[in-house]
């Protein structure tokens, strides 16, 4: 800030209040709306989830301790991590294949990326309703690959709320890496090895802590996307996978029950809080190796 | 021959992901011709029928009008107000600029459904009962992120001298901002404006608490539909809304290309 003071002379010294005013003005509105519209709400929010009947209570928190409802927390930290995993599984190497595409490819991978990123999620859950049925095509797929004997049931179960969370948080798994590895200096892979270190030791040596960030990114971005999902575990498993979001959005729009909703509302905001602050100091630390 | 190894690995990473995250929109595209109202694929025939059906889906007509309203409104006032904000962190002496700018695309990192309660809560608190103004003001929360992020890293980017190169040139202030800034910031521009539109337009856990029985967004009354009586009308809805999503996509690679917006929006 202070160079462009040095490089534009005339105007620093002539309107340095009116530039300060300008700058504030052009801040104000979103601040504004930020604190009535984001702060201000999650504050209540914060507030009611400790409201008992008599002052302050941490009633609906204990409820949230019993074991169906540590149940429910565990179901969506299972969902959250089963699916960053496989995610990322797929998606670190496709990262690199699209960072070593040119041209056409690249285009094509690209807009394979960024398509069902636009679609809605509601539409990809309901495809994925009509493909995982009993008759569907990945059972007709299975049965003539001969890989089963008979249909097996598919929608409803664990596999169909992974498989579908996969495919929706993919995308922000890949881009975050490839993001970094598209930045990669390939020398530096090169100069590992003239150094004598075999590819896999080049790999885990120099490739892997280069991308670290990419990773980072891609995994909190996952993890805080799939731990809070509601529309997937809605339609691919139903109330046989109760999790947090769906806890509490029946809280709010069938039981009625807003201080039992706002605590664990509180939960899951503390959780994907607890993800992204994490990610920020890996992210820090791996920097500053 | 490792590397060879890794390099195939990653080839075929790449195809398994494009099958896969294709598969779905594939089936939906396919499923909305099908003439039986069992989804049964392969299809034998292709039939319009279900297209036909689309418009006369109850409450159809007023949902989609009330989606398209509040994402273009909340886009529209995010990203006046998220480019001023963008502006005064990159360029002034704002204090607690880096503060503001976490705290602009914080709620991307926040489950939607908190936020919705919160809002809920809020506007019930406040007495605040106007469904349409609500969730206008809902998603300006839900656009102003993505508003802030890619305006914030195209401005970042700017050389703002060159407006006072333009100037030293002879032009006006605001020539100098109208013929050097605003088209070196266009693409940013449209990318945050294209992600805000979709963000709001497709938005399912901010809105559910904040509409009413008479007052529900498209992708609410969608999956209302799928949870009744799932045929291949919500198909058919599907394919169009992806049709209307491939032609703003490629519109926006033609204005600024896919590969800008993957570093700007990742």
Known sequence: MTDTAVRTPVTAVTRPDNDRWLTLGFAAPATVVLALLFVLPLALLLVASVAGPAGFSLAEYGRLTTPHYLGVIWNSLRLAVLTTGIAFAIGYPAAFALARARGVVRSALLATLFLPLAASVIVKAFAWTILLRSDGIVNTVLLALGLVDEPIRMIFTETALIVGAVNIFLPFMILPIYAVVAQLDHRLVDAAATLGASPAVAFVRVVVPLTLPGIIAGVALVFSLSVSAYVVPTLLIGERYPTLSTTIAKAFLLARQPAFGAAAGVVLLAITLAAVALSARLGRSGGSR | ?266
């Open chain 2, 1 to 266: 021959m490792t590397a060879r190894l890794a390099v195939a690995f990653a080839w075929l990473a790449a195809v398994v992901t494009v099958v896969f995250l294709m598969a779905p929109l594939a089936t939906v595209v396919a499923a909305s011709f099908s003439p039986s109202p069992v989804f049964d694929l392969p299809l034998d025939g292709v039939s319009l029928r279900w297209y036909e059906r689309i418009g006369r889906l109850d409450g159809f007509w007023p949902a989609l009008s009330l989606s398209l309203q509040i994402a273009v409104l909340s886009t529209a006032i995010a990203l006046v107000i998220g480019t001023l904000a963008a502006i005064a962190i990159v360029r002034g002496r704002l204090p607690g600029a880096e503060a503001l700018a976490t705290a602009l695309v914080s709620p991307l990192m926040m489950p939607g459904l908190v936020l919705g309660i919160a809002l809920l809560q809020y506007f019930r608190a406040i007495g605040f009962t106007a469904t349409w103004s609500a969730l206008v003001l809902a998603h300006l929360i839900v656009t102003l992120p993505y508003v802030a992020r890619t305006m914030i890293a195209g401005l970042a980017l700017f050389d703002f001298t060159l407006v006072e190169a333009a100037r030293t040139l002879g032009c006006t202030y605001a020539g100098a901002i109208l013929r050097v800034m605003v088209p070196a910031l266009a693409p940013s521009f449209l990318t945050a404006g294209l992600f805000s539109f979709l963000a709001s337009f497709d938005n399912y856990p901010v809105s559910i608490f904040l509409t009413d029985v008479r007052t529900k967004t498209l992708p609410i009354k969608m999956l209302q539909y799928i949870e009744e009586a799932p045929d291949p009308t919500l198909a058919a809805l599907s394919t169009l809304i992806l049709a209307a999503t491939v032609i703003l996509l490629v519109a926006s690679d033609r204005l600024i290309g896919l590969h800008r917006m993957a570093g700007t929006a990742e």
